[in-house]
């Protein structure tokens, strides 16, 4: 892997009808790295991210992994590579416990006593020590996302890429949820998708800006706070201003 790069697009893109919903992506993602994927409403975001983890196939261009063209692989598949993914979708086996629902993803990785620790571990890293037994669909919405994040930090993939991990969170949940996403960093490289600015500027690392399915920026938050193509892409479209 030349200049420690993990994950890399090139040229990716993908059409539905005439839509150019993504289009000539170049992306890099280095070992390590917490990569913020912002935009306004229907700027690629979503769609990018699913190129990723195998949900749509590319029209254009290619991904590589680890060095490798991923092809065009199912997402099961891409999981097994070790590319963990937590959709805007909920994965949780409702009827199971928090407790067992951890475990089968540790189990993805790890197996006997090892998994077990790791399991308890990631318990007191989402802070859900006390609902270890708890069956998941008794829990509230915050504690439903933690719980799929903490399957992230217990199966530890290479690259971790989560969908919107703070959505229809409370403030104080959200600072909770950018703790485990750092924990999460320790150990994988990490893209985040989201759409709620005040979270990508709590995060405070690189962000990458979409806009009509093409980047058209990106650096720290204060850099593309102040990029006048950011702005005009958000205020074009009478969203919330950049702060
Ligand atoms: N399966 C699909 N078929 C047709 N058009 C699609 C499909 N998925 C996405 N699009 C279109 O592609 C464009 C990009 O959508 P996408 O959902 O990736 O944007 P986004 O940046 O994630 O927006 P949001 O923040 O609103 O979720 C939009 O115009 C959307 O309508």
Redesign the pocket.
Known sequence: MSDNIILQTKGLGIS??G?H??RDVDFVLRGGELRCLI????????????LLSGQ?TPTRGEIIYKGKPLGNLQPYQIARLGIGVKTQVPSLFEGLSVFENLELAANQTFSGLEAVSIVDETLERISLQDQRHTICQELAHGQRQWVELGQILASKPDVALLDEPAAGMTHDESLKTIEIIKEITAKSSVVV?E?DMDFIKLIGERVTV?DR?EVIADGTFKEIASNPQVREAYLGRKEAAVA
Do not use: M, Q
Not at 39 to 50: H, Q, Y
């Open positions: 539905f009808g839509l919903a993504v935009g306004p409403n229907g700027a690629g975001k979503t769609t990018f991210f699913r749509h998708v759409h979409f399915g």
